[in-house]
């Protein structure tokens, strides 16, 4: 029985995602903002110094590694990113925010975070949300106790 509910709790996670991640999306490019994609990719760059190499990139973002180079070879194209080689190692290169990623990442961040309101948070009662928080970051192999990504990063 406890592995029937751990299974049905598994696809609850699934279905959630899905239906928040197409809602959020909808909502950002209704109001012609970058994609939740290019979103991602700017915000760990914005909060990293001086960049991150693409493998810690992919890492970050949860995209393959060649997702991960396509989706940044677009967002060079776009002014938001650029590349810079690794001066100790030829083969690698790194992902820099630019001024231009700045400012999208600054236009978007409202509409997502309304987006977010709108379809997970105000969906949870009383204190379902750091239950969530804290079970999700063990999943994720996370201390549960990690502080708030608001607190320091935003």
């Known amino acids: ?6 299974i049905a709790a ?5 279905l959630a995602h899905s239906a928040a991640v197409r809602a959020i999306e909808r909502d950002v490019q209704r109001h012609g903002q970058v994609s939740l994609s290019w979103y ?4 760990e760059l914005r909060h990293s110094d001086g960049g991150l190499r693409m493998q810690d ?9 060649t997702r991960v180079s396509r989706l940044v070879e677009e967002m060079v ?7 810079r080689p690794d001066p100790d190692d030829g ?3 790194w992902a820099v925010i630019t001024e ?5 990442l600054r236009a978007t961040a409202p509409v997502y975070l309304d987006s977010i309101r709108t379809h997970f948070v105000a969906r949870l009662e009383g204190g379902e949300a750091e239950v969530l928080r ?11 106790d990690e502080p708030l990504p608001g607190a320091a990063r935003r």
């Open 57 to 65: 990139l992919s890492e970050r973002v949860v995209l393959s590694r």
């Open 91 to 93: 083969r690698v290169s």
């Open 40 to 43: 991602d990719v700017l915000l």
């Open 1 to 6: 029985m406890a592995e029937e509910v751990g």
């Open 134 to 144: 804290r079970a999700l970051m063990r999943v994720a192999g996370r201390p549960a």
């Open 100 to 104: 231009a990623g700045r400012s999208a």
């Open 10 to 14: 598994w696809r609850a996670v699934l």
């Open 77 to 83: 194209r776009a002014g938001l990113v650029r590349r």
